[in-house]
């Protein structure tokens, strides 16, 4: 799928560094949904989609539910739906192709669906991308441009002074990585143009903290100990900050982060939280005998100590720690692997199964 480089030497060479074009990466790429089926998810409402035209040369977006797609026939059109991973087991299929990289930093699969010319105009992302060529044609145009400017008079992130110096056109199979910060514009050449998106994601430090800060005061306990001043003099300066309570604050928040375990539980946690609109639907305790996988929209990962799953930690050692692992790792344990369980660990995956967030695995 990387055009003869392992993962390790994708990771080494092109990984956040260099664009890399694969010709026939996928033989036989089977779009994971019709243009049917991607309206069909566009118009409801816990499907994240966008509908770019440039009709007449004119820029617009409209947010979805998308009720009604414009006609095939139509040049200049194309529909972005986002999360596939979440709504098509084909579609996490094709995600989870991309489990070199680690699940933490892996976002979703996105698919658009464009007539003659449709693009969504020269841009860059924030973020790594493999773009997949899944039915129909796409000319790229992409640049290592670090002056791009974008146009303020558009409501999408079109960039005004695009200079590409590559251009190729990609067939189905075809596969285009880009990292980050890449300028990059691909048109739909002809109609039924279908390309994959594979996303990522990455935290700046200050939304990370923002993040992380809330949920670490929820894992220490400071009994509710009120500051107390009983040496406090009278003051003729009584605008300044007292010196001990700035120490009182100063060890209330070291104590949030510095507390065993609190860290580690609050990434974890924050890292495996379901995405917006997922719901999970309930189900029966394991029967015994059978294997389990994960749900397609569950995040599950875990640390030295811990397994987390669905913005949930749990402690796990020994035998049930490495079992934990391989379902984080391969999404499922095989009928053997459940049963070797600790009666606890047991009592857990039930609880999961019921929840919806792990299902029964038929052998
Ligand atoms: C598309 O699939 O049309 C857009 C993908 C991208 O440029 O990021
Ligand atoms: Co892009």
């Not at 026939?73 to 059109?77: E, H, I, L, T, V």
């Not at 003051?235 to 120490?247: W, Y």
């Given at each position: 799928m ?19 074009l694969v010709r026939q990466a996928f033989t036989n790429a089977v779009p994971p949904a019709s243009l049917k089926t991607l309206a069909?998810l566009a ?6 989609s ?22 095939m ?5 194309t529909l972005l739906v986002q999360g596939l991973d979440?709504h098509l087991a084909e579609a996490r299929e094709l995600l989870d192709r991309f ?9 979703d699969l996105m698919l658009s669906v464009a007539s003659d010319?449709g693009g969504v ?8 991308v493999f773009l997949i060529q899944l039915a129909g044609r796409r000319r790229w ?27 190729f056109v990609l067939e189905p199979g075809d596969m285009l990585y880009l ?5 990059h514009?691909g048109v739909a050449v002809g109609p039924g143009c279908i390309t994959g998106s594979v996303g ?164």
């Open positions: 990387l055009g003869g480089l392992s993962p390790a030497q994708f990771m080494h060479k092109h990984w956040q560094k260099q664009p890399l069909a118009a409801q409402d816990d499907v994240e966008r509908l770019v035209t440039a009709f007449d040369g004119e820029w617009k977006l409209k947010q979805g539910p998308i009720a009604r797609l414009p006609a026939s139509k040049p200049g059109w979440q489990r070199f990289v680690p699940d933490a930093r892996l976002d010319g105009g020269p841009h860059f992302d924030s973020y790594d145009r992409i640049g290592a441009q670090r002056d791009a400017v974008l146009r303020d008079d558009v409501p999408l992130k079109i960039i005004g002074n695009f200079k590409p110096d590559d251009e990292p980050p910060r890449w300028a514009d990522f994601r990455a935290s700046t430090a200050e939304a990370l903290a923002a993040e992380l800060l809330p949920r670490l005061l929820d894992e220490v306990d400071s009994g509710g100990k009120l500051y107390s001043d009983p040496r406090q003099e009278a003051t003729s300066e009584p605008g300044r900050v007292p010196v001990a309570l700035l120490e009182f604050a100063r060890r209330a928040v070291e104590a949030a982060a510095q507390a065993p375990h609190a860290l580690e539980r609050a990434l974890g946690e924050a890292l495996t939280e379901p995405k917006a609109k997922v719901w999970f639907e309930p189900g029966e305790p394991l029967e015994p005998g059978l294997g389990a996988s994960l749900d397609r929209r569950s995040r599950m990962l875990y640390d030295a100590a811990h397994v987390f799953l669905n913005g949930e930690s749990f402690r796990a050692g020994g035998r049930d720690a490495a079992l934990m692992h391989r379902l984080a790792d391969r999404r499922m344990l095989t009928a053997p692997e459940v049963a070797r369980l600790s009666p606890g660990a047991r009592e857990l995956l039930d609880q999961w199964t019921e929840d919806g967030w792990v299902q029964p695995l038929k052998p």
